[in-house]
């Protein structure tokens, strides 16, 4: 089994940055591509970002790109999610999430893993 564990949300303004963090615990080995994705009330769960097991290969939603970047660190088993320029539609819970294959995946049906999620709140 693994454990995935979120931290670094927070309540912010628009134009600040908060970096996300994501934990892994447990069967780590197991673990290849990871993921972020959130969702906001009523929304449905939405990609956020992606990074392969080396890192060599990234892919975001376009209404991320330029302002968040994903990168992991595998001898910590914990990948971050750098947020810069946060806006009001950012808002929602932010989850991290692992693959048991190395291929990066936008869908989030092809995740094995998840973490509990982090709200990340921005006002105007």
């Known amino acids: 089994q693994v454990q995935l564990v979120e931290s670094g949300g927070g309540l912010v303004q628009a134009g600040d940055s908060l970096r996300l963090s994501c934990a892994a615990s447990g069967r780590t080995f197991s673990i290849y591509a990871m993921g972020w994705f959130r969702q906001a009330p009523g929304k449905e769960r939405e990609f956020v970002a992606a990074i392969s097991w080396r890192g060599g290969s990234t892919y975001y939603v376009d209404s991320v790109r330029g302002r968040f970047t994903i990168s992991r660190d595998n001898a910590k088993n914990t990948d971050y999610l750098q947020m810069n320029s946060l806006k009001p539609e950012d808002t929602a819970v932010y989850y991290c999430?692992?693959?048991?294959?190395?291929?990066?995946?936008?869908?989030?049906?092809?995740?094995?893993?998840w973490g509990q999620g982090t709200q990340v709140t921005v006002s105007s």
């Open positions: 999430a692992a693959r048991s294959v190395p291929r990066i995946l936008a869908d989030w049906q092809g995740y094995d893993f």
